[in-house]
């Protein structure tokens, strides 16, 4: 798997957007981007996922450069209760034989008043 | 209905002793997971099952022992606890081994004293 860069920590306003980025410089064709959140003493959430598209969902948006290194999670409108550890996360997708998420260290996001 | 469950939340025990962690999903997934959260955060996979069949062991100490009685349940039993063995510890599903949107439970919490 490729190897992910994400800043240690980020502040936000609550109301503004939040732009987590993640690099991923070695990232080969067929291996797609997750995000997961982990909001303290909670398991981890899936957010979003993406290959080469931009996706959007109720969660996040997702954008990803056209020459696919990095990439970056949008959450609209930041809330309190948005403040969590981000994970980016780059994994081929394999049909049989298991697969593993492998967290690294993430994004520890604050959302303040 | 919580889609995946475990029990008990919170497990504080001595050295020595042999314990058990309990995990259900209830959303009709084949693959389950265990995850451990060591005391530094860093979230690493110790076992998947897909369809009650072992797919992943990493390296584990074979004091660990996964036993899936059906696909909706995997368990955890831990022989002769250590102390290194205090930390949180996740169960997650997935709809399919290829699939990565996973699941999480909201942890045991395990203190070895």
């Known amino acids: 798997d490729a190897k992910t860069t994400q800043p240690p920590s980020m502040d936000c306003a609550e109301g503004r957007a939040a732009n987590l980025p993640c690099n991923h410089s070695t990232i080969s064709g067929n291996e797609y981007v997750y995000w997961y959140r982990q909001i303290h003493s909670q398991g981890p959430q899936y957010i979003i996922h993406?290959?080469?598209n931009n996706e959007t969902n109720e969660m996040a948006s997702l954008i990803i450069t056209e020459d696919r290194k990095s990439s970056t999670l949008i959450l609209p409108h930041a809330t309190l209760r948005d403040t969590a550890v981000y994970y980016c996360?780059?994994?081929?997708?394999?049909?049989?034989?298991?697969?593993?998420?492998?967290f690294g260290t993430g994004t520890q996001l604050k959302v303040e008043l | 209905d919580t889609a995946v469950s475990q029990t008990p939340k919170y497990l504080v025990t001595q050295m020595g002793n042999d314990k058990s962690i309990k995990c259900e999903q209830n959303?009709?997934?084949?693959?389950m997971y265990w995850y451990k959260q060591d005391s530094k955060k860093f979230l690493k996979i110790m076992f998947s099952y897909n369809n009650k069949e072992l797919i992943i062991n990493e390296t584990v100490p074979n004091r660990f022992s996964p036993k899936s009685p059906d696909k909706a349940h995997l368990n955890l039993h831990i022989n002769s606890l250590e102390l290194g063995d205090s930390a949180v510890y996740f169960c997650?599903?997935?709809?399919?081994?290829?699939?990565?949107?996973?699941?999480f439970g909201s942890g045991t919490q395990l203190s070895v004293l």
């Open positions: 959303l009709g997934h084949d693959t």
């Open positions: 996360i780059v994994r081929v997708i394999l049909t049989g034989g298991g697969n593993k998420l492998t």
């Open positions: 993406g290959l080469k």
């Open positions: 997650a599903s997935s709809k399919s081994q290829g699939d990565q949107k996973l699941f």
